[in-house]
């Protein structure tokens, strides 16, 4: 049994775990199951990204710098969607 590839898999996913917490505790999101699933694997995402070998000719720091982008994006949604009304809730 190999033990470095037992215990990477566990850091990785404890990795995965604290990411996933970081990236949906600031942003409240009241039913809205689709954008924190998306936070989810953004979060996911990032965190295999970071743990990835570094010698991509620079592509893997770009793809982590979008994900970081995307992660912003998607709290930044989460955040204007319980702030504002939409057509069918103003109508209520």
Not at 42 to 69: I, Y
Request: glycine share 8%.
């Amino acid at each position: 049994m190999n033990y470095w590839k037992i215990s990477t898999f566990v850091l990785t996913g404890c990795l995965a775990v604290g990411a996933l917490y970081e990236t949906t505790k600031p942003a409240s999101a009241g039913e809205q199951p689709k954008m924190v699933a998306a936070l989810a694997s953004l979060g996911v995402a990032k965190t295999n990204l970071q743990t990835a070998t570094t010698d991509k000719g620079g592509f893997r720091v770009k793809a982590l710098q979008n994900v970081n982008d995307a992660i912003e994006n998607v709290k930044k949604g989460i955040e204007y969607d319980n702030t504002h009304q939409s057509a069918d809730e103003k109508k209520k």
